[in-house]
């Protein structure tokens, strides 16, 4: 093999690698990217039971109730309509997850049509919106960061 | 006045990197075998340049300590009242510091290549200095234009607005300089490549003074990747080490075309293979370099690194990026060709499994590089997606399984061209070790898939790292040589944590009443009791927790949840306890109603070898510049020797001996 044969190898061979990861990111990527969710669009056409997914929205004024173990947490998750998703966490609430702010939880839909969260992200400061939150439309998203630096500054 | 010298020197660091650039595109029009009289400037251009870039940051430090309000920049993001390190670490804590930091970097490593290296010859050095003029031109231009740091107040602030307290933390202090310092070392082996591709002299020679470039930039990235992951670990009290987050990706995306170009590079060295392969790498290594800074720095992701939401400066930022490496690969795309075929070699060989190694990593780059823009890609369309690690685990796997497998044995293989029976004992401990741990694991427990496959791997790669010692006088083996096997044996320690971590690890999730006590897995917590504290500028809650190992005598771990007033901001301190086998981590949260704490504590079994690992790997890559460079200074001193012996020879009126070679 002559060495322009051997350059054209390694090429090729580069080549079919490096479109095989594009072709495994698509398909991945397809299958795995978390979508999210507003709680209007999780009412109408909710996901798959089961399916890792975020849904983001203020959480519910009175909707916050603890379980007796101190540490499980249930609240209503509402959007720009009248829909609210009802939305269970065990752990740590994050510093700033209030009654009427703006939240972005982690988690899949189960059976019961509770979403089980595994993560939450509340706004932390005025420096961080959770970028998901700008598709709430302005007047909310105004509202949203009024309620939620009342107390910051 | 500091603010106005900091400011001069910048432009001035400016205006002699157009010298630089026209001074060394001068040296590439030099006749055969002489220098340009105008290509002179450009080593000089490039010393000066490094100090006035450093007198600049020395300043903007200065300002920083003595917290001048009346700079724009130090009354947004410090405070009298903070202490002092956190003062000079807030110095890169914000946009335009950090931006000075890089241009800093840039301007001081041009200056050490310019100042020191000798062994290039003046037309490809002038290439490259141009090239490095250019890249420095394109970053001063930002920072003048659009994100000036030593902007005044029209009147002077009464007080700070403070520091974003996740980074008051001495992580900080090391952590972005060092990753800055391999982000931007990159950059003086994309100069040498393009350099190098200009003139045409893609040579071993040329390998060779690239490779403490590269060397030196990824250790920087190896430790500077390290100390952040162990930072997100123990400041953002979720107990993982690594998320995937943009920002993360930012800093691994430039660490996997280091290390691609760091065994490419070697193998030109050695065998004058690969060529092209090497010049592609460098390219991409610092376009991802750039790639990362834009991602970071132009408010696209919302996260604790991004300082500041401005689309000019994004905007600024994607233009340079355009320009750079779509002028890099064209460039390349039109000299690649002319640049004549390496050295040939089998596939089975050094070469063919460093030429595997190096197309894997490139495959996870790929992965990780389509991960990360993917949500930037689809919001364009109004898509809202977010990309974790349920597609970044098993994807990039799919491509590290391979790499680790060929990684254990390539060190074994013979260069240029090998017999795979050579090696039967070695592949048969290799493959038992493996199949043996997978095999007892998954005899006692359920665990994931990739866990295990990971607590299989691990200590195969440790027994393969230490098998290229076999059958060696272990004090005659070349430094280099060492630099190898440790790094080889750190990626088995920092596998063996990940593994570890992702299938023992256990959590205990409660709300405990003052004196109540949790158990997980040998050790017995008690929370003693709650008190308020205060520091310098938080005040906090703070949870006294007794932990008691076995029956052995009660240790004190103090997890605090703590508000900072300026910014206001609450953040989580975790408590570690660390013992050889692994970390106890404890978080404390909200007050239930009920007058309980909650309560959040993960044993995670050996998670601290992932960093005793990355630190490994770091050392090797030091024993590595170490090995090459006492060679490179005992071969000057032998030639220059020699030299002198022939000057004598010649003096003494004798015919000199005919060289060996």
């Known amino acids: 093999m002559k060495a322009k044969h051997q350059r054209l190898v390694l090429v090729v061979i580069a080549l079919l690698a490096i479109v095989g990861a594009g072709l495994l990111a698509a398909w991945g990527l397809r299958n795995q990217a978390n979508y999210f969710y507003l709680p209007e669009q999780m009412a109408s056409e909710p996901p798959a039971v089961g399916q890792a997914v975020r849904l983001g929205g203020m959480v519910q004024k009175g909707s916050v109730r603890t379980d007796a173990d101190g540490v499980t947490v249930n609240f209503r998750v509402t959007g720009n309509t009248a829909d609210a998703i009802p939305v269970r966490y065990s752990g ?22 509770v979403f089980k969260a595994t993560n939450l992200l509340a706004k932390h400061d005025e420096n961080y919106v959770p970028k998901e939150l700008e598709g709430m439309g302005t007047e909310q998203a105004a509202k949203m960061a009024a309620d939620t630096t009342v107390g910051l500054k | 006045m500091i603010a106005e010298i900091g400011l001069a020197a910048l432009w001035l660091a400016a205006a002699l990197a157009v010298l630089q650039l026209v001074s060394g595109a001068f040296a590439l029009k030099a006749v055969d075998g002489q220098v340009n009289p105008l290509a002179i400037y450009a080593r000089p251009a490039a010393v000066t340049q490094a100090l006035l870039a450093a007198l600049a940051f020395a300043m903007l430090l200065w300002a920083f300590a003595t917290t001048d309000l009346s700079i724009k920049l130090v009354a947004t ?12 670490t807030g110095t890169w804590g914000n946009h335009e510091g950090s931006m000075l930091l890089w241009v800093g970097v840039l301007a001081l490593s041009g200056g050490l290549l310019a100042g020191f290296e000798r062994r290039l010859p003046e037309r490809t050095m002038g290439a490259t200095l141009a090239v490095q003029g250019f890249v420095a031109l394109g970053f001063y231009a930002f920072l003048l234009l659009s994100s000036n740091p030593f902007e005044r107040l029209p009147a002077p602030a009464a007080e700070g607005n403070g520091l974003n ?92 075309a280091a290390t691609a170009l760091l065994h490419s590079v070697s193998v030109l060295a050695a065998r004058d293979a690969l060529r092209t392969w090497t010049i592609m790498l460098g390219v991409l290594a610092f376009s991802m370099s750039m790639l990362g800074t834009f991602l970071v720095r132009s408010g696209v992701l919302t996260s604790v690194h991004a300082f500041a939401v401005d689309p000019e400066r994004g905007a600024f930022i994607l233009a340079l990026l355009g320009i750079y490496i779509g002028g890099a690969f ?41 991960g990360t823009l993917y949500p930037l890609l689809t919001e364009a369309f109004d898509v809202r997606v977010s990309v974790g690690p349920p597609y970044f685990n098993p994807a990039s796997a799919i491509f590290a399984i391979p790499m680790l497998l060929v990684m254990a044995v390539g060190p074994l293989l013979r260069w240029k061209s090998d017999n795979p029976g050579r090696l039967r004992m070695e592949l048969v401990i290799i493959g038992a070790l493996m199949v043996g741990v997978i095999v007892a694991v998954s005899i006692v427990g359920q665990y994931p898939l990739l866990p295990l496959l990971g ?67 040998d050790f017995a917590v008690t929370l003693e009791s709650v008190t308020p504290v205060a520091g310098p500028n938080w005040t906090a ?67 601290t070898f992932i960093w005793y690992g990355g630190i490994l790997v770091a050392l090797g890559g030091v024993l590595a510049i170490a090995g090459r460079v006492r060679v490179d200074v005992r071969r000057r001193l032998a030639s220059t020797k020699g030299d002198r012996r022939r000057a004598d020879v010649e003096a003494l009126g004798r015919p000199a001996p005919v060289p060996a070679e």
Request: glycine content about 12%; hydrophobic content about 50%; proline content about 6%.
């Open chain 2, 541 to 607: 809650i703070e949870a006294r927790l007794a932990v008691r190992e076995g029956g052995g005598a009660p240790v004190i771990l103090t997890p605090q949840a703590r508000s900072f007033w300026s910014p206001q901001q609450s953040t989580s301190e975790s408590a570690l306890l660390t013992r050889w086998n692994g970390q106890l981590y404890a978080v404390i949260g909200n007050q239930a109603e009920d007058g309980r704490w909650q309560l959040r504590i993960w044993w995670k079994p050996f998670v």
């Open chain 2, 77 to 88: 993001n410090s405070h009298s009242m903070k202490p002092l390190v956190y003062k000079l």
């Open chain 2, 330 to 370: 064209a460039i390349f795309a039109l000299r690649a060709g002319a640049v004549a075929e390496g050295k040939r070699f089998a596939a089975v060989s050094r070469e063919g499994a460093l030429v595997f190694n190096n197309v894997m990593l490139s495959g996870i780059l790929a992965i990780v590089l389509l």
């Open chain 2, 165 to 256: 307290p996740l980074l008051q933390d001495i992580g900080l202090a090391i952590h972005p300089p060092t990753l800055y310092a391999g982000y931007v070392g990159l950059s003086v082996a994309f100069s040498l490549a393009m350099g190098a591709l200009l003139t045409r002299e893609v040579t071993p020679a040329f390998a060779r003074v690239m490779r403490p470039w590269v060397l030196g930039a990824w250790v920087l990235l190896t430790l500077g990747i390290t100390a952040g992951s162990y930072w997100a670990y123990y400041e953002l009290g979720w107990g993982g080490w690594w998320f995937w987050d943009p920002v993360e990706n930012a800093s691994l995306m430039p660490w996997l």
């Open chain 1, 92 to 113: 740590i609430l994050p510093d700033l997850f209030t009654e009427g702010s703006g939240v972005v939880a982690e988690g899949s839909l189960g059976p019961d049509g």
């Open chain 2, 455 to 521: 607590l299989g791997l691990a200590p195969a790669l440790a027994v393969a790292a230490v098998l290229p010692l076999k059958g060696r006088k272990l004090a005659r083996v070349p430094v280099a040589t060492w630099g190898m096997v440790v790094a080889h044996f750190g990626i088995a320690v920092a596998l063996f944590g990940m593994a570890c971590e992702g299938a023992f690890s256990r959590e205990r999730l409660a709300a405990v009443a003052p004196g109540g006590t949790e158990r997980i897995g």
